[in-house]
């Protein structure tokens, strides 16, 4: 039986976009009625999902908890969220309904595993990400082993996600802070790299990087279109 998917967004608004565009694309339809009934919720209201982490800022669960409701009157059967750094908030958030959330850290762990057997992956997030430890915890119980950034690449990366991709800036602006992160985690031993920050797929996109990764964002993508009853397009 085919079902609705929820997309719990606007965190932010451009990493929305692009998990519902590698839906779209990923999915394997021949027509307008071969693909899933999505419903988005792209709440930029949500508060920042760092700043509570680590500074004691605005709680971010009433306004997911408003992006759920709405969700839930829709009809979704499944939901998702394209936000690495929320997923701290998810348990609190599960609590709340009988939706199933789709886990996207657990997931793109099960990825590491699959696509690189006893490689080391480098994270690269949030320094909410990385505080809570959302992508430790869910590597580990894969069995991934992995690296994380320095406190200076933290604030290298915390520039490419926020005076970089959220602020729109110019590529080139980040492009040195990106390079020279992902360069210094290779000389320590990381093999490939997790994007785990949505916005980070798009910075590497948009700066045509080649190196090996694992995007979360189409990782997540991959797995809804599947839960949901549909097929990825080979």
Not at 48 to 71: E, F, H, V, W, Y
């Amino acid at each position: 039986m085919k079902k609705a998917l929820g997309i719990l967004g606007g965190m932010g608004p451009l990493a929305t976009v692009d998990l519902f565009e590698k839906i779209v694309t990923m999915t394997d339809a021949g027509c307008d009625n071969d693909h899933i009934r999505i419903y988005i919720d792209c709440n930029s209201s949500i508060p920042d999902r760092t700043a509570a982490i680590l500074n004691g800022g605005a709680d971010p669960l009433p306004q997911m908890t408003d992006s759920l409701r709405k969700l839930e009157a829709c009809g979704a059967d499944v939901i998702i969220m394209p936000c690495n750094t929320a997923h701290h908030f998810l348990p609190r958030l599960q609590a709340l309904t009988s939706i199933p959330f789709l886990s996207m850290p657990e997931i793109t762990a099960a990825a590491c595993a699959r696509r690189f057997p006893g490689k080391t992956a480098a994270i690269l997030a949030t320094q909410g990400t990385l505080a809570a430890e959302i992508y430790d915890k869910a590597l580990a119980a894969a069995g991934v082993p992995f690296l994380t950034p320095t406190e200076e690449e933290r604030q290298a990366l915390m520039r490419v996600i926020y005076q970089g991709v959220k602020a729109d800036a110019a590529p080139e602006t980040y492009r040195s802070d990106l390079i020279q992160v992902m360069k210094q985690l290779r000389s320590r031993g990381a093999d490939y790299f997790i994007l785990g920050c949505t916005e980070l797929p798009l910075a590497v996109s948009l700066l045509r990087l080649e190196a090996p990764v694992i995007d979360p964002t189409r990782e997540l993508a991959r797995a809804a279109i599947t839960y949901c009853g549909y097929q990825v397009k080979a």
